[in-house]
Each structure stands twice: as structure tokens, then as C-alpha cells.
């Protein structure tokens, strides 16, 4: 199975997850198993080739500690975070009007 990387819109969903908790881990598990489905229903419209692994609960609690160390600039949550997640904290702080344009169009085609 290849991996499969993360697209912008996804980052920038994964993102409004953490920013609607109020920029704070953990995020409460039904949440978080929720947008997992949304991420495979969005992999499966897309017709990308994914196993049970793809955006498990246990992977995106991962990408949102790494999101955490961005937006704490490095005081709290896992280091390692891609380039993608720091661009999309950045589009977030300086392009407000752009990142919800991104996430609503995200929630209209996925949720």
C-alpha cells in the first residue's frame, strides 16, 4: 500500500478541527473518529486506493499533536510536523478569508 500524503484541504480540515477545540489537544475521540469517516469518504469519492490504516483515529491524534507543536511554536505536542501543516497554520494566521474558503469547500464536497 502507498502512503498516501496529506493534501491542503485536508490540512486545512485537520487544522479547523484543532482551532475549533480553541487550539488545544486531545480532541474528543467522537470528533476525531467522525472526521476520520469524513477523510475515507473523501478518499473513496476520490477513487484513491486506502487500507484501515488511512486517517485512523490513532494517526490523526498524531498529525494534531504535531499541529499543536506549530501553533505553541514548539512548547507542547510532537515535533516532526510537515512542511504542509506549518504552511497551513500560516495560511490560517495570515489568510483567514483563503482558509475557510478552502474548509468550507471541503465540507461541501466530503461531509
Known amino acids: 500500500m502507498k502512503k498516501i500524503n496529506w493534501s491542503v484541504e485536508e490540512a486545512v480540515a485537520l487544522m479547523s478541527l484543532y482551532v475549533e477545540n480553541g487550539f488545544k ?8 473518529e467522525k472526521f476520520s469517516n469524513t477523510l475515507k469518504k473523501r ?3 476520490l477513487n484513491l486506493d486506502i ?13 494534531l499533536a504535531c499541529i499543536h507543536y506549530v501553533a505553541t511554536d514548539g512548547k ?11 504552511d497551513t497554520y500560516e495560511l ?3 489568510n483567514k478569508k483563503m482558509f475557510l474558503r478552502i ?3 471541503f465540507l461541501k464536497m466530503y461531509q
Open 92 to 94: 490560517y494566521l495570515t
Open 43 to 45: 478518499a473513496e469519492i
Open 76 to 86: 507542547e505536542g510532537l515535533s516532526g510536523a510537515s512542511e504542509l501543516f506549518y
Open 51 to 63: 487500507d484501515e490504516k488511512f486517517r485512523n483515529v490513532a494517526g490523526l491524534n498524531m498529525q
Open 103 to 105: 474548509y468550507n469547500d
Open 25 to 32: 489537544i486531545p480532541i474528543d475521540e467522537n470528533k476525531v
